[in-house]
């Protein structure tokens, strides 16, 4: 919070909520004194004007940058204006937040060596970490799996959880959520967000308490569920978190804003993850990367704010920053069904109409850059794979795509129905077979009609007698305690207990890649006969190589599609019309005998689903549990490191680091370490789930004494570079084409033409002083907010990556670690060129007079010497970018900047 604002605009006012006054930044004001028109923009940038009128400095912010959100209703965001933005608060998930907590402890030690004081290495910001992506379903279809992986869990990341307890004692304005209490965004929704913030600032001796849209970034790019609402958020590198937590404002250009028009309602047998799935797909097809969309027009109304939830969980996968929803009626209503304070409620619904930030049905359309439409009447039953989010398929459909799958992706046209022997097992297997059933946490699970709608299914099934098929590998991981609380008041979970969805814990599981392992005689099958074996999960992150490395074929889908999967049990069965199973009484039961009706989803909503549950549940959020509470940690104001330690080590970033950077140098005779197609994601770049023996990371942990049984998943051992620098590009589904037909993370290195793994070459360019640069296609980073990945990338010495075009977070968690990210112009790429990865690279530009998107000179060198030379943009878009890139990135400068201010 800025004292004092410059106030350019007159825009400071009180505003009178009960027997409290709060200081405002009112937008109509503003408005009057010279920001002609704002009241006509997006709701969402109406968020961020507030945020700058509150923030103007004459540095940072200015009041030239305050006026172009005016002048955008006129250029629609199609201008580069830059804004230097500042989120209240930090949220948080233990995969990526041990790394960034690991960072701030790492740069504690770095300022004690530059001679400051550590004590400055603080969040400024309000920091919620939920531990949430480490519990694995190794346990599961019993009523003991909860306690058993629970156990497992702390027994597996005890190193992991006494570091966040340290950081949790060691840092202000830091809090933790302990294992088994929800997922981050879910716990974010029901309980940590306000919709408008306050806080409270000394000025001239007196405290004034200031109220403020409720705004975050989090470590996590599905932070968007908050959207629904009505808080701005969105996912950002670790990198970019920890620069938020240190008081550095979010560097960005003021977007485009997209508008998406709903109108009617849901049809009877649909859902809301049918819903997204369709919006998500029409998203991809718009175009919205980089872009904020916001939803409007009158189906608005006939949405719940769960429904709007899920819409706006699934941003990273339509490819917008954020799924913004304004501030309405059912906000408040949803603020108060969660058991939120009625003064909070009262502040929310006077501050937003104040604000003009208040929609209701009546309100006028904003101006938007470009608007698409859905009349929610025509959505349809849907899925979405077999390994992209935006990829739907009607359930119509579903059965007919997959042979189209299989002919053309996977080449076993004629093996579609062929089935295999699995030893010691009565059952066969087959293409198409689903071994994993999954209702898991993201996306869905806030949402009550799924998931009562997942319960009532499991209900008709039981009494048809349908049972699931013994191939299936079944799991219910909620997202909150409040989802067991009302499935156990409604008696649903004892129905979904009887088909195997027990409760296996509180967390990500499945859609992280913790789906744990098949049975070994299925797996063995799977591997012995290359089956194309399906994985139908209710969250949103499909990717290859990442729910299981048994898994080739994995679907999107609705908790209640999940459970009728799992009756019938492969993707080959047409649920449209094809029975599920055979009943009690001899006869065959379709889908449509035992789905539920709307309106007996809603009655059992509406009584089941009460204020109390969340009042209960949330009470004691950051107590933990026993085994929680017994853990003992060491250490004051800096960590006691541990080297044997597999899980947390003191990270190389700052070493040798003085107060004033080297100077940026030209990439001379670099060699080339990967040639990627498209959508190369974040979980090829940097995987999250299992770690292969035999991989370089895997033998680094086998040398430490750790067993394959232990080894855990790359997301848990984030906060140790050594795993992850081995496992950066290491995905098993990874297609680097310098190896063409080789899937894996291995490569050629030049001049020598061997074939090993990457890590392993990198470090040999490493010893031989070479620089490397990366190639890739369009979408190169798409996917989670992975900071690993851009991490990674620099451990293994990459200077440069070239691609057609980037995913957001990616690209600039790529500056934020020093690495500069370059795009090739329209209609180039690598495969125009004729590169296959023996070239030699020169990138000229980058250590003089280097602006932000300026053109850069790339010269290729081939073997035989003949060279050629293209321009390139340097996707560095922003003064601040070009500062963190010129420090060596965004940590040291800002380790820097607070040790020259010490």
Not at 3 to 32: N, P, W
Not at 547 to 559: G, M, T
Not at 686 to 715: C, M, W
Not at 849 to 864: E, H, N, S, V, Y
Request: include cysteine; charge should be positive.
């Amino acid at each position: 919070m800025t004292a004092m604002s410059l106030d350019s605009f007159k825009s400071r006012k009180t505003l009178k909520v009960g027997a409290k006054t709060y200081v405002y930044f009112s937008l109509k004001a503003a408005e009057k004194n010279g920001l002609k028109g704002i009241s006509s923009l997006p709701y969402s940038l109406k968020v961020l004007v507030e945020n700058l009128l509150r923030h103007e400095d004459g540095r940072s912010v200015t009041k030239e940058s305050i006026v172009n959100f005016a002048k955008w209703l006129k250029n629609r965001g199609k201008a580069e204006n830059e804004i230097a933005y500042r989120p209240a608060r930090v949220l948080m998930q233990d995969f990526t937040g041990v790394p960034a907590v690991v960072d701030l402890a790492a740069m504690r030690d770095a300022m004690k060596a530059l001679g400051g004081n550590p004590e400055k290495i603080n969040p400024l910001a309000p920091v919620d970490l939920v531990i949430d992506h480490s519990v694995m379903v190794d346990f599961f279809a019993n009523s003991k799996a909860f306690k058993q992986n629970v156990a497992l869990e702390y027994d597996r990341n005890g190193e992991r959880y006494t570091f966040l307890k340290w950081g949790q004692g060691a840092f202000d304005n830091f809090r933790v959520v302990p294992p088994g209490t929800g997922i981050c965004h879910q716990v974010n929704l029901e309980y940590l967000a306000r919709t408008v913030w306050t806080k409270k600032v000394k000025e001239k001796g007196k405290t004034v308490e200031y109220a403020f849209p409720d705004t975050l970034v989090g470590t996590d790019s599905h932070t968007t569920m908050v959207n629904g609402l009505a808080v701005l958020g969105w996912g950002v590198g670790g990198i970019e978190a920890e620069a938020a937590m240190l008081g550095q404002p979010t560097s960005m250009l003021i977007p485009e804003v997209i508008g998406f028009k709903l109108d009617g309602r849901l049809p009877e047998g649909t859902t809301a993850t049918d819903l997204v799935l369709t919006v998500t797909q029409m998203l991809r097809k718009k175009g919205v990367v980089g872009k904020f969309v916001e939803f409007y027009g009158p189906g608005l109304a006939n949405l719940t704010l769960e429904d709007m939830a899920t819409i706006a969980n699934m941003a990273p996968e339509y490819g917008a920053t954020c799924g913004f929803f304004p501030v309405s009626t059912e906000t408040l209503d949803y603020l108060k069904g969660t058991a939120r304070p009625s003064a909070q409620i009262a502040l929310v619904e006077k501050y937003a109409k104040a604000q003009g930030m208040f929609w209701t049905p009546k309100s006028e359309d904003p101006v938007f850059t470009d608007t698409l439409a859905l009349d929610l009447s025509t959505v349809e039953s849907s899925m979405a794979g077999p390994k992209r989010p935006q990829d739907r398929v009607t359930l119509r459909n579903a059965a007919p795509d997959f042979a189209n799958v299989m002919a053309n992706e996977f080449k076993k046209a004629e093996q579609l129905h062929t089935r295999f022997k699995v030893d010691g097992a009565n059952f066969d297997l087959g293409h198409g077979d689903v071994v994993i059933a999954a209702i898991t946490s993201c996306t869905n699970t806030s949402n009550p009609s799924v998931m009562i709608g997942a319960g009532l299914l499991a209900r008709n099934a039981v009494k048809k007698g349908l049972t699931v098929k013994p191939w299936v590998k079944t799991s219910l991981a909620p997202g909150s305690q409040v989802v067991t609380e009302y499935l156990k008041s409604s008696g649903l979970q004892k129905d979904l207990d009887k088909l195997g969805f027990d409760l296996v814990g509180y967390g990500c599981t499945t859609c992280i890649g913790n789906s744990g392992p098949l049975p070994e005689a299925i797996s063995e099958s799977i591997k012995k006969n290359d089956v194309v074996a399906a994985a139908v999960l209710s969250g949103n992150r499909n990717f290859e190589g990442r729910v299981n490395p048994d898994v080739r074929a994995n679907y999107l889908a609705s908790p209640p599609l999940v459970v009728a999967y799992a009756l019938a049990g492969s993707l080959n069965v047409d649920l449209s019309k094809d029975p599920l199973g055979t009943g009690k009484d001899g006869k065959p039961v379709f889908l449509k005998d035992i789905w539920p009706g709307t309106k007996e989803i809603a009655a059992a909503v509406r009584k089941n689903v009460t204020r109390k549950a969340f009042a209960t549940k949330y009470k004691d959020v950051f107590k933990g549990d026993a085994e929680w509470r017994k853990i003992k940690v060491e250490g004051g104001l800096t960590f006691k490191w541990s080297m044997s330690s597999t899980y947390v080590q003191n990270p190389p970033y700052f070493e040798g680091m003085k107060m004033t950077p080297d100077p940026v140098t030209d990439v001379v005779n670099a060699r080339i370490l990967g040639l990627f197609l498209d959508s190369i994601t974040t979980d090829h770049i940097s995987p999250a789930g299992n770690i292969k023996v035999t991989s370089p990371a895997g033998t680094y942990l086998t040398e430490h004494q750790v067993r394959p049984v232990d080894f855990n998943s790359y997301g848990a051992r984030r906060g140790n570079h050594e795993v992850m620098m081995r496992g950066t590009f290491a995905n098993i589904r990874i297609k680097n084409q310098m190896v063409p037909g080789v899937e894996g993370g291995v490569t050629k290195h030049y001049p020598s033409g061997e074939q090993m793994p990457i890590y392993d070459a990198a470090m040999r360019y490493a010893r031989e002083n070479v620089p490397l640069v990366i190639f890739a296609g369009k979408e190169y980073g798409t996917g989670s907010s992975r900071d690993w990945a851009a991490k990674g990338t620099k451990l293994l010495g990459v200077r440069a990556v070239v691609a057609q075009s980037f995913e957001r977070i990616h690209r600039s968690n790529l500056v934020g670690m020093g690495v500069v990210p370059l795009q090739f112009k329209d209609g180039e790429s690598w495969q125009t060129l004729g590169l296959k990865g023996d070239e030699i690279v020169t990138i000229h530009g980058l250590a003089e007079g280097l602006k932000p998107r300026a053109m850069l000179q790339l010269m290729i060198t081939a073997p035989d010497g003949a060279g050629r030379v293209i321009d390139v943009q340097c996707r560095i878009d922003t003064l601040d970018e070009l500062d963190y890139y010129k420090n060596g990135g965004i940590m040291p400068y800002v380790l820097r900047s607070l040790a020259k201010a010490a």
